[in-house]
């Protein structure tokens, strides 16, 4: 029987125009052994949605850096629930002032990484919150 | 006697025979989320991967799948986006397996082919997966044929595989594929790579992609008079310029996939399809085996000491496995 991978999709919703934190964060996260898939930039809501579909992950990070969280992020856990989709681990990393931090916990993003968060902070994170699938 | 059994178990395999039920179901009725969570099972668990695919077995065989393989760089996810479209104009359903190759070193693998297909993401014709090789050889990962049949099941019109960037040997996509394409790029080498052995001998339709580039004919013509000294075959491989970026080529190229179908419809199908039967037939045997007697072989504690003594230099491991092989034949 194989071991069971973690499976995580990457994201970068909105009109971002560099996606280098997020392909650090990609990059270290493969590192410690897990499947990462990684959209590109510019993706709405759907396409992350669906993505998040076909991949079957058990992970989702999304990164963003244009300011839309408020408008992108509630959206994409919105379609996420009307999808169905129930057992996924949601975080976020890249600018996002704090005042919005507890607004995203409360729509079901789980944590926020802001600038300068040391990779192996969210490696453990996301091997720690992972959800247990069979 | 009855055995005992824990009631809390019962009720959790009664609930796991329930969910794979419904899996198959939705697969069969071409239900995104099984999909996507039948081809998760086949990745990570064998026993419960074989009762999807007996179940679904009977569904599979409909779809056409062409096999996309060729060096890193090449342009494979580009052109495949490129054919998707094309497909598409036609009404066409088509689903799409991507290998990525993982990392021999962590284990972990990063998965980059969606983001040459982003234009296809909300198409509801089309399904496409990224995968891992794990610990695949061949260009293809244990968990692709049987992904395969799932979106076959599934009532996919084609299915697509790309393999991981290909040098030489990663030539499992001919187990698995009617049409093979292999995708070059301009520069690929001289004559002299194309007479070597493996890739160039499995493309049924090669393909000089970013051919906009400086020496394109050049590489038509290497590629084309290495394939014509296999003069044992009887389908000539044709090369086709494309430039995936653009999609120039890309109905040449459709059309050649379709007269190899024609092809293979008159003439090499059933025998090839039986070579592929064969095939898999022997690795299950193969595997089942091995799976056996060395998860024995663990049980019993053994391997950590034959391991041992191989690093002692007692014994070599060829004499062990003829060893085991022998034990274990003889007890069963």
């Known amino acids: ?134 | 006697m009855l055995r005992k059994t824990p009631l809390k178990e019962l009720e959790n395999r009664v609930k796991g025979l329930i969910e794979i039920e419904k899996l198959i179901k939705g697969i069969l009725a071409g239900e995104k989320r099984s999909i996507a969570r039948a081809i998760t099972l086949i990745e990570n668990n064998g026993e419960t991967a074989q009762k999807i695919i007996s179940a679904i077995y009977p569904y599979t065989g409909k779809a056409y799948i062409i096999g996309i393989t060729g060096p890193a760089g090449s342009g494979k996810s580009t052109l495949i986006e490129k054919i998707v479209k094309e497909l598409r104009k036609t009404g066409k359903t088509v689903g799409i397996v991507a290998v990525d190759p993982t990392s021999p070193f962590t284990g972990g693998a990063f998965l980059g082919d969606r983001i040459r297909m982003q234009n296809l993401s909300l198409d509801e014709g089309v399904f496409i997966r990224s995968m891992a090789s794990r610990n695949s050889l061949g260009g293809l990962a244990k968990a692709t044929k049987n992904t395969v049949r799932i979106l076959d099941a599934s009532g996919k019109d084609y299915i697509i595989v790309e393999t991981v960037g290909a040098g030489q040997l990663e030539v499992d996509i001919v187990k698995v594929a009617h049409t093979v394409i292999v995708v070059l790029a301009p520069g690929f080498g001289d004559e002299i790579q194309a007479i070597k052995a493996g890739l160039m001998e499995i493309g049924d339709i090669f393909v000089i992609n970013k051919a906009d580039r400086e020496n394109a004919d050049r590489a038509v013509i290497d590629l084309l008079s290495a394939l014509e000294l296999n003069t044992h075959k009887t389908w000539k491989p044709p090369v086709i310029k494309t430039v995936a970026l653009t999609g120039e080529g890309v109905n040449e190229l459709l059309k050649a996939i379709e007269e190899h179908k024609k092809y293979l419809q008159t003439r090499a199908f059933d025998e090839k399809r039986r070579k592929k039967v064969e095939a898999e037939l022997l690795e299950a045997i193969n595997q089942r085996i091995t799976d056996t007697l060395i998860a024995e072989l663990k049980k019993e504690g053994k391997l950590e000491e034959l391991i041992r003594k191989i690093m002692n230099r007692e014994v070599d491991p060829y004499s062990i496995a003829e060893e085991i092989l022998k034990e274990k034949i003889s007890k069963k």
């Not at chain 1, 071991?3 to 971002?16: M, T």
């Not at chain 1, 990609?26 to 898939?37: P, S």
């Not at chain 1, 509630?74 to 976020?92: C, N, Q, S, T, Y």
């Not at chain 1, 996002?96 to 994170?125: M, Q």
């Open chain 1, 1 to 134: 029987m194989a071991e069971r991978k973690i499976r995580v999709l990457i994201a970068k919703p909105g009109l971002d125009s560099h996606d280098r934190g997020a392909k650090i964060v990609a990059r270290a996260l493969r590192d410690a052994g897990m499947e990462v898939i990684y959209t590109g930039l510019r993706q709405t809501p759907e396409q992350i949605v669906e993505t998040v579909i076909q991949e079957d992950v058990d992970v989702i990070g999304l990164s963003i850096l244009s300011g839309a969280h408020m408008a992108l992020f509630p959206r994409i856990m919105e379609l996420l629930r009307e999808k169905g989709v129930k057992d996924v681990l949601v975080f976020a990393g890249g600018i996002i002032p704090d005042e919005d931090v507890p607004k995203l916990k409360e729509i079901g993003i789980k944590e926020i990484f802001g600038p300068g968060t040391p990779t192996d902070v969210i490696v453990k994170y996301v091997k720690e919150n992972a959800p247990k699938r069979t």
